[in-house]
């Protein structure tokens, strides 16, 4: 175990790796979060799309479209990312990227991050939405399909401190409030818990059995529950 153990006075000798079996029947204290020093890109890059086909009325005409990589602000796709991961859907066969959020302030913040991407967004009562299918099929590819198929990519986790945080905040401000973070998808639940650990936040997954868990908006599907911890970090075990 990481720990650190009691030495006087309510004082604790430094951190180092123990042998769980030494630390039985002793005071001992556990750091639950982590010093991270991840490398944060300056941009994301959307990768290239194309598609070939052919049409007309005897299938002799060949149709040929590309869309080119587009570059991206780092931080500015963070935010999208935690929104899309805990809000966004693919629809309309495969092409249309929607954000679902009701009115209030929640909508707005959201509006104002969709507003700066390289996309068109058009908005109903309760969505927002754009159709690229550039952006729905790298997001398909790497967040997944369905809620209870979400996780964050895996090279998204080694980012530097500065991402995970504002990734973590539009997660939160999505699917959460300020001490938890609400999902149907256990690796999601797990990615959320690897990253607030990154940024100096302890947290605990417990399991829910449907319907009895707050923002439960599938009651047929189990809840995971982060609890997101910035006190009482280093736990004491008597």
């Given at each position: 175990l990481w720990a650190s153990e009691y030495a006087y006075a309510n004082v604790y000798k430094p951190y180092s790796l123990i042998p769980?079996?030494?630390?039985?029947?002793?005071?001992?204290?556990?750091q639950k979060t982590a010093r991270w020093s991840g490398t944060t890109p300056e941009k994301f890059i959307l990768p290239s799309i194309e598609r070939s086909w052919i049409t007309g009325m005897n299938q002799c005409i060949k149709r040929h479209w590309k869309k080119e990589k587009q570059e991206i602000?780092?931080?500015?796709?963070?935010?999208?990312?935690g929104y899309y991961i805990s809000?966004?859907?693919?629809?309309?066969?495969?092409?249309?990227?929607?954000?679902?959020?009701?009115?209030g302030a929640k909508r707005d913040i959201i509006r104002k991050c969709l507003k700066q991407l390289p996309f068109i967004w058009k908005e109903t009562d309760m969505d927002f939405y754009c159709d690229s299918l550039q952006l729905s099929n790298y997001l398909a590819q790497n967040i997944g399909l369905g809620a209870e198929n979400k996780?964050?990519?895996?090279?998204?986790?080694?980012?530097?401190?500065?991402?995970?945080?504002i990734l973590l905040m539009a997660l939160q401000l999505g699917d959460g409030d300020e001490g938890h973070y609400f999902s149907i998808s256990k690796k999601l639940a797990d990615d959320v818990q690897e990253i607030a650990l990154k940024v100096g936040i302890a947290a605990n997954i417990v399991r829910r059995k449907s319907g009895l868990a707050p923002n439960s908006v599938n009651p047929s599907k189990d809840i995971y529950i982060v609890s997101l911890i910035k006190n009482h970090t280093h736990p004491r075990v008597n």
């Open positions: 769980a079996e030494s630390l039985l029947k002793k005071h001992f204290r556990l602000p780092i931080l500015l796709w963070a935010e999208f990312l809000e966004g859907s693919i629809g309309n066969k495969g092409y249309r990227v929607i954000v679902s959020q009701k009115p996780h964050i990519p895996i090279e998204v986790k080694f980012y530097g401190s500065d991402f995970l945080k």
